[in-house]
Every structure is written in C-alpha cells, then in structure tokens.
C-alpha cells in the first residue's frame, strides 16, 4: 500500500512540468517584447508577474494534493 | 529522518494557543492569535500615522502619507474604473493583511495563512463582495440574467465559475505559503546555519508581497467584470 501511496503522490506532482514550460515560454516572449521597445518595461514586467504567479497556481495544486496524499492516505 | 517527519508534522498542524475559559472552554487557535496580533499592530500604526494632520504647511510625514496613498489609490481606480472606488478600502485593507501575514515568519512567529480556515475566510470574503457589487450595480433579476451573457449556451460554466473562483484564490495562497513552510523547515533541518537566510528572504519577503499582489488583483479584476 506505501507503494502506491508513494506512486499515486509523485504521479501529482508530475503538473510541476505544465508550469516549468508555461512560466518559460511566458518569459521569453517578455523578453523580446522588452528588447523591441524599452520605454513600455514596467507595463511588460507587471504583466510578466501576474502570469508567472497565476501559472504557478496549477504547479501549486499538485503539490498540495500529493501532499494530502501523503498525510492522509493510510 | 525521524526528526525530520517530526518537525515537519509539527510545522503543518495548526496548534491550540491558549483556552478562554467561559462557556466550557473555546480553543483559540495560534492563527486567530496571531491575526489579533498583526490587527493590534496594523491599529497602532493607522493611529501613529494620522495623528496630528493639517490642511496647510504639512510635515515630511504626511507627505509621504499622502504620496503613498495616491499612489495605491491610482493604481485599484484604473484597475477598477470610476465606479469601483467604493470597494478600494477593503481591497488595501487586505492586501495590507496578507502581506504582513506572510511576512510575520521573519519575526518568530507562525503565519496564520499556513492554516487552511484562515484562507478559505478570506477566499470567501472577497467573492461575496464581488456578488454583492453585481447585485448593486446591476439589481437582482439583472445579476441573475448576466449568467446566461455572452451566450446562454454557457450559462452552467458560469454557474460553476461562482464555486471554482473563490477555490482557485484559497488554494493558491495556502498552496505557497505550504510550500514555504515545508521547504524552510527542510532547509532548517539539514544546514541550520548560513543557508536559511537567502531562502527566507526569496520564500517570505519576495513570495509573501507577490501572493498578495495576486490575489488582491484577481479579486478587482472579478469585481470590475461583475460592475461592467
């Protein structure tokens, strides 16, 4: 049964990936909206971090469900 | 290892602070004490700050007073339009809580939005407020119509997106200040000397005022789309 509590809990946190690669691309675009024009940097960076933080939500449900996982699963 | 598991499950559970001894016993726990704490210190600044105010021949520090608060209030009016600027107090008030509340590990003590009531409270809060604004604005038989805008096809997702907004907000702010909590204790554990510092300026000071920020601004971001 720890086997596959320890499976079922890392099989959650596998959504990390969906941020890592959105939270990247979602930078890269930044930068070169920057590098085009470099007087609009604040309304770019507000924006950046806005979508950074509401990416980062998903990544933030699977570590709190493999986290439940852990604690309450006997 | 054991030690670890220990410390970890110590730093997850929410424990009772003290007892108020009248109508056989009300447990409080530690996050309702330290909110009490963090309002006790949020008061006294609000009264150190506008103590002695003047219409002319003002002192540096209600200028910056001043600059700060026409700062704060610019920014929610252009997120919220001219008529939102009757919610703006509530929004400072609690971006001012969650800010310090996160911030308040760096001073010893526990941060009540580690517990799972404290958010769900505040996630609650605000969607109330974001419904009651449609219904003001809007009265009643036009709130219940704007489910079925833009095309009545979809009305169920809106139904369904007055339970998943409120959610999305608790979990997000609980899911990062657990994570903090667990790495920071995990850090503390294995090299307790030099290492916690920069991790606890980037987990408490950096991740605490952006979870703030975020959740203050999807809130007036709700309320902007239930006024239009």
Known sequence: ?74 | MDGLVDSLMEELNCQVAFTIPIFGGIDVLESVAVTWIIMGIMMVATLILVHGLKVRKIGTKQAVLESGFTFIWNFFEELLGKEGTDYIPYLITVVLYIGIANMIGLLGFKSPTKDLNVTISLAVMSIILVEVAGIRKKGVKGWIKSFAEPIPIIAPINVLELFIRPLSLCMRLFGNVLGAVVVMALIKYLVPLVAPLPFSFYFDIFDGVIQAYVFVFLTSLYIKEAIE
Do not use: H
């Not at chain 1, 691309?25 to 960076?45: L, N």
């Not at chain 1, 933080?53 to 933030?60: P, Q, S, Y």
């Open chain 1, 1 to 74: 049964m720890t086997g596959l509590i320890a499976i079922g809990a890392a099989v959650a946190v596998i959504t990390g990936i969906g941020a890592g690669l959105g939270i990247g691309m979602a930078t890269s675009k930044a930068v070169d909206a920057i590098a085009r024009q470099p007087e609009a940097d604040g309304k770019i960076t507000k924006a950046l971090l806005l979508g950074c933080a509401l990416a980062e939500a998903t990544a933030i449900y699977g570590f709190v469900i493999g986290l439940l996982i852990i604690l309450f699963l006997k």
